[in-house]
């Protein structure tokens, strides 16, 4: 008689229990998929080098309190990926250099507060073939996440976060320094150097400036053409050429005017210009007979 009531109690507590379960399970969010962190969609550094390597001092010198290798990308290997992505070895036959890319710090710390402190350091060397240092360039960054304290403040997708901001920091600072100070470093896909582009360029195909040309063709001694589409010009302009005797008519004709001018009196310069070019013997102007008559002498206009 006393199965039943045990065995009603049980489906009771089953009843209970389940709906409590079921939530727990649908607090507990699924594994969210991080996509990894490339770089070969930037544009690539081709270096005039035999030999590129990497050099990860972060692992020999760890960071006290890092947890960036929690990260779904940690920065160390973000870093790798970098160089693998964006710098080539591509020296010609007689380079002999090497490249080595070192990672000197990569880390993130979590900060009392909830805050997630991140720094990456690093630089490029360039050694010749004694392997000393011939050229150098570094870049660094910085990057501080303030994620909800309520929640995992080194969950994955805080670390992840963090790692992707201060990727796009560093990626943008280190070409820049890269095409700064290594710029007779770089050459291209085929090995030309970079620097050398504008010096080879030709410049014979450059078209020449209407007034170079013009000042061109006065030292010659050639005539320059005239421009008729200028409407302001004198109609008598001609470039044709003019026979000597009609060169001489013209000038004879063109000074008549002034001979004319010069036979009456200037009413502002009565005793002509002092120009000794144009000087000529003064002329006394008599009026005509029975036009003036004075008792004495005749005043010279």
Same mark, same amino acid.
């Given at each position: 008689m006393m199965l039943f009531p045990r065995m009603r109690l049980s489906h009771l507590v089953a009843t209970? /229990?389940?709906?409590?379960v079921l939530a727990g399970c649908a607090e507990q969010k699924q594994p969210t998929q991080f996509t990894p962190l490339t770089y070969d969609y930037l &544009?690539?550094?081709? !270096?005039? %080098? /035999?030999t590129l390597d990497v050099v990860d001092n972060s692992v020999t010198n760890p960071e006290p309190g890092d947890i960036g290798y929690k990260s779904p990308s940690p920065p160390d290997h973000a870093l790798r990926q970098?160089?693998?992505? $964006? !710098?080539i070895a591509t020296g010609n036959a007689t380079a002999a250099s090497t490249a080595h890319f070192v990672i000197d710090r990569a880390f993130i710390l979590h900060q009392p &507060? &909830? *805050? !997630?402190?991140g720094q990456m350091n690093i630089h490029l060397d360039i050694l010749n073939p004694e392997g000393q240092r011939v050229a150098s360039a570094s870049a660094q960054a910085t990057q501080t996440l303030h994620p909800d304290p309520s929640q995992d403040v080194e969950s994955p997708a805080n670390l992840y976060e963090i790692t992707k901001d201060m990727m796009q920091t560093?990626? %943008?600072?280190?070409?820049?320094?890269? $095409?700064n100070s290594l710029n007779k470093?770089?050459?291209? =896909?085929?090995?030309t150097p970079m620097n050398n582009a504008i010096q080879t360029q030709s410049l014979t195909d450059t078209p020449p400036v209407a007034g170079a040309a013009a000042e061109t063709n006065s030292l010659t001694g050639t005539p =320059?053409? %005239?421009? *008729?589409?200028? *409407?302001s010009a004198p109609a008598s302009t001609s470039t044709a050429p003019v026979p000597a005797s009609s060169s001489a008519d013209a000038a004879s004709t063109s000074t008549a005017p002034a001979a004319t001018q010069d036979s009456e009196p200037n009413a502002i310069f009565p005793a002509g210009t002092d120009d000794a070019s144009t000087q000529t013997t003064p002329k006394t102007l008599s009026p005509k007979p029975g036009f003036l008559k004075l008792p004495t002498t005749t005043k010279a206009q």
């Open positions: 209970l /229990a389940l709906p409590a &544009g690539q550094m081709h !270096l005039n %080098v /035999a970098m160089a693998a992505d $964006r !710098l &507060g &909830g *805050t !997630l402190d560093i990626n %943008v600072e280190f070409e820049y320094q890269v $095409r470093w770089l050459v291209d =896909a085929g090995g =320059a053409a %005239v421009d *008729t589409s200028n *409407t």
